[in-house]
């Protein structure tokens, strides 16, 4: 995982925690959860019985609230 980059665009952040088959730096993982913790606490137990593919598709809707500077 060393070589990987945040997934988010033009972050530069070092890979803390895995988003799907992607990767986010700690800032930005942090906001993922709180993202998630926000939808409801359904969304906690159905993420972790989601195959790679499915939470690759939450987090491109979570990735969409990003904004970029």
Do not use: N
Not at 35 to 45: D, I, S
């Amino acid at each position: 995982m060393s070589d990987q980059r945040c997934l988010i665009q033009d972050c530069t952040g070092r890979v803390y925690a895995p988003a799907g088959t992607a990767s986010l730096c700690k800032p930005h993982f942090l906001e993922y959860v709180k993202w998630r913790r926000r939808k409801g606490a359904e969304m906690f137990r159905i993420y972790g019985a989601m195959t790679m593919g499915q939470r690759d598709t939450v987090v491109a809707e979570w990735s969409k609230t990003i904004k970029t500077e």
